[in-house]
């Protein structure tokens, strides 16, 4: 193996263990985690957590204040009534300063509050839009395997659902669980400390609540998972629909096809009834604690104000301190179910995050600027799949200028020899391959990505365009080029008139993946873009299997100028667009059975001559 190879190490995801890092048990990483994603915005995450604290005291002082207000000992309502069933004037000042400073606290408690969940919704909206920028750029470097293996669904789940529930996440379950378990903590240390004996029969409650808590966490958290995961189903089924929509009307598919996206959404549909029928019993049962404690707060304290041993006050305060507190944790345990929603998601977003590319380029992996366009493969055998091996001991060199067809059945390797001169896949690694492919005389594991793919050019079977216009989408390969650079460009390939018939010329809008234009025009624009690059590799992979006939013949002649001084790969069905291929290499089931000139392998008579023979006999020559 090369210095090269032992650099480029290859790490591809197990699925076994894929299995078992999806079913592990929830756990404070991902919090902590989420948490880690408010670290760039400090300043507003400090002052949040400023408000949070003194939300978490006020609600606790404003029951703590109103008990006062109402102590029938001390109070001021009870001073005022004192004083009137003595025949006194009655002094209404204590009972307007508890108003006053009630509905002050009332008050503060309600701005804070606002502030509260307006920083906690910006907050939410940073760490979101951190977070989409992050999984973005990640999908970007993913190599093309994982796009062959992951369905487009299950992505477009991630960045949506997944990323709407840790939206969700920091928005309301974190700061409103932060704020109640404050309201807990000092509820409880305000009962603490006016009576020992109501606050041990409160203790006494936590085993209850504590057991209720972890009967349903694990149920609810694997409802929530696989509420989640038919909801990728759902996603990935709808997307793979829209995308084939032709295929299905053509082929009348669409009763089967409803009905089996009803059998999804039906699926979905009994996971969230699970996941209702939990929570529908889980608050009730949270709520039920609350009066098993106010009714032996009564029994207990009724005892013990009968025997002279506390004040009627302390049952007051008990009365509404002890709302306060299991009101909060209530509140708490309905926010559970929401939070094992949101955990089930960021496991998710965060297992795509953390989904390594199958390969990188090495530390070392060299900018190879300008190549020259030689092209080599050394004993190749690679596999897709472990142990099934699609090329078997490939080789052959192109000299730069070269143009190389690749000719053969459907699935005998012309596009797997593309891809890896392309790099879009490396021979080495886990799958049993083996061999060396090369540039300029460099092993192709050492060339950095970037400056390789700067230097070709790509036209694919599937001319895919982006959404914009034609100039955007022929600007895609050099972004600085001129409005008559692309006049030049599309006047050699001989498709001006083609392009200035649109309804906007190069201002027309082509729609999503080129819904506006037609086939022809849409290989075009592609071929524009491609010529547009000056690539010193060009790849055309069935580049003309769209075309029909008189707008090939139209573009044979750019094809031509554009082929020339640049190494070339054509992976063609029609036989014209390769004939005059400096080398035809015959592939059949992986392996070079043939290769020569087109005069030459006719001659031979073998495996070339009868296919050319096919297409004769159907036109397409």
Not at 129 to 149: C, E, I, K, S, V
Not at 277 to 300: C, E, H, K
Not at 340 to 364: C, N, S, Y
Not at 487 to 507: A, H, M, Q, S, Y
């Amino acid at each position: 193996m090369t210095t090269a190879q032992t650099n480029a190490t290859l790490t591809y995801t197990d699925p076994k263990r894929e299995r078992e890092e999806r079913m592990r048990p929830l756990s404070l990483a991902l919090i902590l985690r989420l948490i880690g994603y408010m670290r760039p915005h400090a300043k507003r995450r400090n002052v949040l957590l400023v408000v949070v604290l003194i939300r978490s005291a006020q609600v606790p002082l404003l029951a703590w204040l109103v008990a006062k207000i109402l102590d029938p000992e001390n109070g001021p309502i009870m001073s005022a009534s004192t004083q009137a069933r003595r025949g006194v004037a009655v002094d209404y000042t204590g009972i307007w300063i508890g108003l006053g400073a009630f509905l002050a606290m009332a008050l503060a408690t309600q701005v804070t509050f606002y502030f509260r969940q307006r920083l906690a919704m910006e907050l939410g909206e940073v760490v979101v839009h951190d977070l989409r920028n992050q999984m973005f750029a990640h999908l970007q470097r993913m190599t093309m395997g994982f796009y062959d293996r992951t369905k487009l669904g299950r992505i477009i789940s991630r960045a949506t659902g997944d990323i709407q529930a840790v939206r969700v996440g920091v928005e309301d379950m974190l700061f409103v669980t932060l704020v109640n378990a404050g309201q807990i903590v000092i509820a409880a240390a305000i009962m603490l400390a006016t009576n020992v004996a109501l606050f041990l029969v409160l203790v006494a409650m936590a085993p209850l609540i504590w057991g209720i808590r972890a009967y349903f966490r694990t149920r609810l958290s694997n409802a929530h998972r696989d509420a989640r995961e038919s909801f990728s189903r759902v996603t990935a089924t709808l997307a793979e629909s829209v995308n084939g929509i032709r295929v299905t009307q053509g082929f009348v598919r669409q009763d089967r096809n409803a009905m089996m996206f009803g059998d999804l959404v039906l699926d979905h549909a009994d996971h969230h009834m699970a996941v209702a029928r939990l929570r529908g019993v889980f608050s009730p049962m949270l709520d039920m604690t609350n009066q098993i404690f106010t009714a032996a707060m009564f029994l207990l304290g009724g005892m013990m104000l009968f025997a002279g041993h506390i004040e009627l006050y302390v049952l007051i305060l008990f009365l509404f301190i002890s709302g306060v507190f299991f009101s909060a944790v209530t509140t708490i345990g309905e926010m559970y179910p929401t939070a094992m929603a949101v955990m089930a998601g960021a496991e998710r977003l965060f297992k795509l995050i953390d989904t390594e590319p199958q390969w990188t380029d090495p530390p070392g992996a060299i900018d190879i600027s300008p190549i020259r366009g030689r092209v080599e493969f050394r004993d190749v055998t690679f596999c897709y799949n472990p142990g099934r091996p699609v090329l078997h001991d490939v080789n052959f060199s192109a000299d730069p200028g070269q143009t190389v067809a690749l000719v053969g059945h459907t699935g005998c390797g012309k596009s797997t020899i593309i891809n890896l001169i392309t790099k879009f896949y490396l021979v080495s690694g886990p799958n049993e391959g083996h061999g060396e492919v090369f540039i300029d005389g460099h092993n192709i594991l050492g060339i950095s990505s970037d400056s390789l793919h700067r230097q070709m050019g790509i036209v694919l079977q599937q001319n895919f365009l982006f959404t914009g216009s034609v100039l955007d989408n022929m600007r895609v390969g050099r972004l600085d080029a001129t409005r008559e650079e692309m006049v030049e460009v599309t006047r050699k390939l001989g498709c001006l008139d083609v392009i200035e018939r649109l309804p906007d010329g190069f201002d027309t809008q082509v729609g999503e993946r080129g819904g506006n234009l037609s086939l022809g025009q849409r290989q075009l624009v592609c071929f524009a873009r491609a010529m547009l690059a000056d690539p010193r590799i060009l790849i055309l992979d069935e580049a003309t299997s769209s075309v029909d006939t008189m707008t090939e013949a139209r573009i044979q002649h750019a094809l031509d100028v554009l082929l020339e001084g640049r190494t070339s790969f054509v992976v063609a069905h029609r036989l014209s667009t390769i004939r005059h291929a400096d080398q035809v290499l015959v592939l059949n089931d992986g392996r070079i059975v043939e290769r020569g000139t087109h005069t030459e392998l006719l001659a031979h008579a073998g495996t070339y001559a009868k296919l050319y023979r096919q297409f004769v006999q159907t036109g397409k020559n």
